[in-house]
């Protein structure tokens, strides 16, 4: 039973660029949530898709941008890309109850560096 | 910003000895999870309580939950090396766990 998985693991990128990360939900699962993580830091949350659609979101600008799919895949996109913005980049997965009983499960991430 | 804070931040300890992290929140929760992370890699699921439980138990973790002052404990009995890791606590409000909310984590340092 394959876990959540993420792609690419490893990613760098210049300023102003943009950039798309990709995350494969458990199996079973149809919600998925991205977090950003700095390093020594917490992570951050970033937004939740369900149904295909933001259910809800942080603080975060309006250059990070997502999108899921009709199999529940999701997408993490990020524009005009800023030297803060390298960090970790996760991906949880999780079932609309099962966050309340089982918690996340999380992908290995994505590192994100900007130059 | 986060809502749970966890103390201390760095904690290095004995192999065989207990490791007790604290968190504390906020607001009120609809439940209190922890969580392990190894070397920057993704985030492991150790152990949820929700805020009308006190106490729970799985295996060597022992988590405590105190609503009226907002605060949680994990407690790992006899350590071990492979226990190196960054912990994490993290509330949900509401239900369906959308805006699941971390601390910043505290580092174990298990020496064998």
């Known amino acids: 039973d394959a876990g959540v998985t993420q792609s690419p693991t490893h990613l760098i990128k210049t300023r102003g660029q943009q950039v798309t990360l990709r995350c494969s939900p458990k199996?079973?699962?149809?919600?998925v949530s991205w977090y950003q993580q700095a390093l020594g830091q917490g992570p951050q949350f970033i937004f939740q898709?369900?149904?295909?659609?933001?259910?809800q979101r942080g603080n975060f600008p309006d250059r990070f941008s997502g999108h899921q799919f009709p199999n529940y895949s999701s997408e993490l996109n990020v524009n005009a890309l800023l030297l803060g913005d390298s960090a970790l980049y996760l991906c949880?997965?999780?079932?609309?109850?099962?966050?309340?009983?089982?918690?996340?499960?999380f992908g290995s991430g994505t590192r994100l560096t900007v130059v | 910003s986060q809502q749970g804070e966890e103390d201390p931040q760095a904690l290095s300890i004995q192999e065989g000895e207990n490791a007790t992290m604290n968190c504390s929140y906020k607001?009120?929760?609809?439940?209190l999870q922890w969580y392990r992370q190894n070397s920057g890699r993704g985030l492991v699921h150790l152990i949820l309580?929700?805020?009308?439980?006190r106490e729970k138990h799985s295996g060597r973790l022992r988590v405590t939950l105190d609503t009226s002052k907002k605060s949680s404990s994990l407690l790992i009995t006899a350590s071990r090396a492979a226990d190196t890791a960054s912990y994490f606590c993290?509330?949900?409000?509401?239900?369906?766990?959308?805006?699941?909310?971390f601390g910043a984590g505290t580092r174990l340092f298990v020496k064998a």
């Open positions: 993290a509330t949900v409000r509401g239900t369906g766990g959308f805006k699941t909310i």
């Open positions: 898709y369900y149904e295909e659609e933001e259910r």
């Open positions: 607001t009120s929760i609809n439940n």
């Open positions: 199996s079973g699962h149809d919600t």
């Open positions: 309580i929700r805020s009308n439980e």
């Open positions: 949880a997965s999780s079932t609309p109850l099962g966050t309340g009983t089982y918690g996340y499960t």
